[in-house]
């Protein structure tokens, strides 16, 4: 069923639903980072190859996005109060995020 359902996708963004379902699927806990009072905390993280982090949007009434800019990737959609995102690090690197409809709001994971 969940192969049926990634077959209509992209196969980038199927790609890395598959990666974050594994770290999940395998106990591996995600890296959190919660959206409070228009920052992201914590605001640096650092992960293996292979984690995935995960926002949670914890505000009240405010949307976000965690756009990887810089990395080329479009903006990300919006994330509501409650709701989350996630993402997969398949490679060492530095990764700057910001918020695209807050982009005051920075952060960065560090792979190892």
Not at 16 to 45: D, H, R, W, Y
Not at 76 to 82: E, V
Request: charged share 20%; with cysteine; aromatic share 10%.
């Amino acid at each position: 069923m969940l192969l049926k359902a990634l077959s209509s996708l992209t196969p980038l963004l199927a790609a890395g639903i598959l990666a974050s379902a594994g770290a999940f699927a395998n106990g591996q806990p995600a890296v959190e980072v919660e959206i409070i009072k228009f920052k992201f905390i914590p605001q640096e993280v650092t992960v293996k190859v292979g984690d995935t982090v995960r926002w949670t949007n914890a505000e009240k009434r405010q949307y976000h996005s965690v756009w990887f800019e810089q990395a080329g990737d479009p903006e990300a959609p919006y994330i509501f109060p409650g709701e989350t995102t996630t993402r997969a690090f398949d490679k060492p690197g530095t990764f700057p995020y910001r918020c695209g409809p807050h982009p005051e709001m920075t952060g960065v994971v560090h792979v190892e």
